[in-house]
Every structure is written in structure tokens, then in C-alpha cells.
Nanobody, 123 residues
Framework: QVQLVESGGGLVQAGDSLRLSCAAS????????MGWFRQAPGKEREFVAG???????IYADSVKGRSTISRDRAKNTVYLQMNSLKPEDTAVYYC?????????????????WGQGTQVTVSS
């Protein structure tokens, strides 16, 4: 059974940092592009960051310069380091797998999704 399991969310204050993890199991994801999305209450799920199988990274403008996505192939895990967090970063954060980094920005047609981890940033 293929699973993506997110962890690392929590309640933090504005300006703090968090590192989210996405552990993949059930198969090797080294050939997949991996990414992070988020969904705030009442809003659509939106792209945050993505990383290709070769290490190419892309970011949403809203987090560029404050976040870093990385992957550890040996651990089959993807990370999202978020710094200088803002209240508007509050959302459920989801990990996703896609066949290509070219389509990672779209929330549609992802191969796999995780269940999400809550990030709440207080002002």
C-alpha cells in the first residue's frame, strides 16, 4: 500500500520556523516529482513548493525566499523548511507526488496525496 505521511506541523508564533516531513512508503519515489500544497479554511488547495527527481526546485511566490524544499532519497522523505512564518501561512499542508515537475504547480491529477498536517501561525 502506497502512503505519504506528513508530520511536523503545529502551533507556532509569527516569525518562527517549522520543518515539515513527508515520509513515503509502499514504493520508491525517487523517480517522482514531490511537492507541498496547502489549504486554508474556505480556500482552494494551493501549490507551495516542488522538487523534481533530479533536485530542481520551484516555489510559490508567497513562500519564495522563506521556504526550502529538499528530499532524502535514502529515507524516501521530502522536507519543507519554512522560516519567518506569517499568520497567512496557516493551513493544512499536504504532500503530493507527481510524474513531472512540469505539472507540479497544478493541484489536479496528482498521483498520490498525503493526509495533511496542520500548521497554525499566531500573530
Amino acid at each position: 500500500q502506497v502512503q505519504l505521511v506528513e508530520s511536523g506541523g503545529g502551533l507556532v508564533q509569527a516569525g518562527d520556523s517549522l520543518r515539515l516531513s513527508c515520509a513515503a512508503s509502499g514504493r520508491t519515489f525517487s523517480s517522482y516529482a514531490m511537492g507541498w500544497f496547502r489549504q486554508a479554511p474556505g480556500k482552494e488547495r494551493e501549490f507551495v513548493a516542488g522538487i523534481s527527481w533530479s533536485g530542481e526546485t520551484i516555489y510559490a511566490d508567497s513562500v519564495k525566499g522563506r521556504s526550502t524544499i529538499s528530499r532524502d532519497r535514502a529515507k524516501n522523505t521530502v522536507y519543507l523548511q519554512m522560516n519567518s512564518l506569517k499568520p497567512e501561512d496557516t493551513a493544512v499542508y499536504y504532500c503530493a507526488a507527481d510524474t513531472s515537475i512540469q505539472t507540479m504547480r497544478s493541484r489536479l491529477n496528482k498521483t498520490y496525496w498525503g493526509q495533511g498536517t496542520q500548521v497554525t501561525v499566531s500573530s
